[in-house]
């Protein structure tokens, strides 16, 4: 720093530098005010009315996109999110049933689920068997509310596919 | 209009920089009113006072970028009737484009305008980009300075934001049609690696689609977009003229010239007329470029023929969208996914590309969606990018269709083209419900809206 130009430069630098951590500056602040802070999405923990109304066999839940599968007093929930690309796959009756022994317990596979958007291919318990989809559908845990024993999903909560609830 | 420069002028100026007179005529009389027209008149101003011959030929550009052009000024101008009439609302969005189609006077034919030129707007940029790459005209010819492989990567963007403005658009009537393209759309999003889950966040505003996905692709549609899209078209338009004019000039450069020019050995400029500013270029100032027969006046032998296509254009759009209409389908409804569910059709090679791609090596398993909506894109749109630098044929090559020494690179550029098309056209016909195959002469199984 001997001589006036090397301070010039400097601070020209310094100027220059400053202005432009300004300008990336306003510019992050502006692109992370599109981050939403606050959730205003449909709760993940909800109640799907009392279990007695829920038939023998399937009872697909648009809203939810979801199944619920009851064999007398035992219940599961699988999802009706395709795990390839997030359309909601239809499920189809079988013919013939079929059980099988799915984690420790059997279930009787009344269905299977077809995606429209790209052809992925589920059975009954979620497996996938055909199309591009990657991994099997999801299970979601199922709970009896405290208050008024209504039947409750958790969305948020992927379970294994031993998972049953048993109402007494 | 070749007129020879010792033709005496109509009119001389009193005082050398002092225009004889006024404004600038359409039919100018002489060569010096033709340049006045170019230097007085605002939308004149970036074409070259003189053209080569050979870049107005209709069988060298096609004039796909002028077409383009006329469509993205269609698309704006439709647009802004649009933007007054359409609510981006999720409640009133689907009621007002209802309106738009079947109450407001003129408003169907609006928005087929709007939605034709779009389509076809995708399709002629495609064209655009074919013939750049088919004619080797992002390659640099004889001038000095001359940087046309940036004006190729900038062409590939405005490509990239074509469909992504197209894509934006598709949301807003906020149908079934939209509300399930959007879902498959943002989900390839969620397939890139670590960011994935935050990206698709920050294009929906929040987790799942609703009122912020409407207003943020809203806001790209009709501001962000275009106006990123205006600045680079502008940005396109000069640097033609800083790389000399379109790639056939450089050919022309080359040509020998048929017989010399008289008087013309000892001129000196700093600058010529087709716009080479950097720089002397010494042999693009060739014998050849310099004869009065090889240019024309732009304004009016240029001007005539943008405005026939451009005219044209309008003309074959206003016409086609008094007979096409525009499809609305049932309101979004987020609880039933429509079998089959198709992307706009300058998607389906893509949506084929996700169907077929997921991975299985063992237990380890690879989403379609990363390798055929995210990883093979991005490959293409790479190699896209990189392609001038990766292209090694001489600069001879540049302006010409099918030069032989860039035959390999053409074959296997319009091989991949053939693919992309093959994707559609199976995407677009053959494909049914679930995403099955079906002919198009065989009917579609009926299937129940609810399982």
């Known amino acids: 720093m001997s001589d006036g130009t090397d301070r010039?430069?400097?601070?020209?630098?310094?100027?220059?530098?400053?202005?432009?951590?300004?300008?990336?500056?306003?510019?992050?602040?502006?692109?992370?005010?599109?981050v939403p802070n606050v959730s205003y999405d449909a709760p993940t923990t909800v109640k799907l009315g009392p279990p007695a109304e829920f038939p023998d066999g399937m009872k697909f839940l648009p809203e939810q996109r979801l199944f619920v599968f009851r064999e007398g007093r035992i219940f599961h929930a699988i999802s009706a999110v395709c795990t390839h690309l997030g359309c909601t796959v239809r499920a189809e009756a079988l013919s013939h049933q079929e059980v099988r022994t799915v984690g420790a317990s059997e279930v009787k596979l009344t269905h299977r689920f077809l995606c429209p958007c790209h052809g992925s291919r589920y059975e009954g318990d979620g497996t996938n068997v055909a199309g591009p989809a990657p991994k099997p559908l999801a299970w979601y845990e199922l709970s009896v509310a405290p208050d008024d024993g209504q039947l409750v999903v958790d969305l948020a909560k992927p379970v294994d596919h031993g998972f049953r609830l048993t109402i007494a | 209009m070749a007129i020879s420069p010792d033709q005496p002028e109509h009119r001389t100026p009193s005082a050398p920089g002092v225009h004889p007179r006024p404004g600038w005529s359409v039919t100018p009389a002489s060569d010096r009113e033709a340049g006045d027209a170019v230097v007085s008149?605002?939308?004149?101003?970036?074409?070259?006072?003189?053209?080569?011959?050979?870049?107005?030929?209709?069988?060298?550009?096609?004039?796909?970028?002028?077409?383009?052009?006329?469509?993205?000024?269609?698309?704006?101008?439709?647009?802004?009737p649009l933007l007054?009439?359409?609510?981006?609302?999720?409640?009133?969005?689907?009621?007002?484009?209802?309106?738009?189609?079947?109450?407001?006077?003129?408003?169907?034919?609006?928005?087929?305008?709007?939605?034709?030129?779009?389509?076809?707007?995708?399709?002629?940029v495609f064209l655009h980009l074919?013939?750049?790459?088919?004619?080797?005209?992002?390659?640099?010819?004889?001038?000095?300075?001359?940087?046309?492989?940036?004006?190729?990567?900038?062409?590939?963007?405005?490509?990239?934001?074509?469909?992504?403005?197209?894509?934006?658009?598709?949301?807003?009537p906020w149908d079934q049609l939209a509300y399930w393209a959007v879902t498959v759309g943002t989900n390839i999003a969620s397939a890139v690696p670590l960011v994935g889950a935050q990206v698709r966040e920050l294009m929906l505003g929040g987790r799942a689609i609703d009122q912020p996905t409407l207003t943020r692709f809203e806001t790209l549609h009709v501001i962000v977009l275009p106006a990123v899209l205006g600045v680079l078209f502008a940005y396109h338009m000069w640097r033609i003229r800083k790389d000399g004019g379109l790639a056939s000039a450089d050919r022309a450069a080359l040509l020998p010239a048929k017989a010399p020019v008289p008087g013309e050995a000892g001129r000196t400029?700093?600058?010529?007329?087709?716009?080479l500013a950097r720089?002397?270029?010494?042999?693009?100032?060739?014998?050849?470029?310099?004869?009065?027969?090889?240019?024309?006046?732009?304004?009016p032998d240029l001007t005539r023929r943008i405005s026939i296509v451009m005219l044209g254009t309008v003309a074959v759009l206003s016409i086609l969208a008094v007979f096409v209409r525009s499809p609305l389908e049932e309101p979004a409804n987020a609880l039933v996914t429509p079998n089959p569910a198709k992307a706009p059709w300058y998607f389906l090679w893509l949506q084929e590309i996700v169907t077929d791609t997921t991975i299985r090596i063992g237990s380890f398993t690879v989403n379609g969606a990363f390798v055929g909506g995210v990883l093979l894109p991005g490959l293409l749109v790479a190699l896209m990018v990189a392609w001038p630098w990766l292209d090694r044929s001489p600069a001879a090559a540049a302006g010409r269709w099918f030069p032989r020494s860039r035959r390999t690179q053409n074959i296997v550029f319009l091989v991949l083209v053939a693919v992309v098309v093959l994707l559609t056209l199976i995407g677009t016909f053959v494909r049914g419900p679930y995403w099955r195959m079906y002919w198009p002469w065989q009917g579609w199984p009926e299937m129940p809206t609810r399982f």
């Open chain 2, 84 to 124: 007054f009439l359409h609510v981006p609302s999720v409640e009133r969005a689907y009621g007002s484009v209802k309106d738009i189609e079947n109450v407001v006077t003129f408003g169907a034919w609006i928005r087929s305008i709007h939605r034709l030129s779009a389509h076809l707007m995708v399709a002629m």
């Open chain 2, 130 to 172: 074919a013939r750049v790459f088919l004619t080797g005209a992002y390659k640099n010819g004889v001038g000095r300075g001359q940087h046309r492989e940036w004006n190729w990567v900038i062409g590939v963007v405005m490509f990239l934001l074509t469909l992504f403005l197209s894509f934006t658009g598709y949301l807003l």
């Open chain 2, 269 to 275: 400029k700093t600058y010529t007329l087709l716009g």
């Open chain 2, 279 to 299: 720089g002397q270029g010494p042999l693009i100032r060739s014998a050849s470029l310099e004869r009065p027969d090889t240019t024309v006046n732009a304004v």
């Open chain 2, 41 to 80: 008149n605002f939308l004149f101003h970036w074409f070259p006072a003189r053209a080569l011959k050979d870049s107005l030929t209709w069988r060298y550009s096609l004039w796909l970028g002028t077409i383009t052009t006329a469509l993205l000024a269609l698309l704006v101008a439709s647009g802004m």
């Open chain 1, 8 to 34: 010039r430069e400097f601070l020209k630098r310094i100027g220059i530098g400053v202005g432009v951590a300004a300008v990336c500056g306003q510019a992050a602040a502006s692109l992370r005010s599109l």
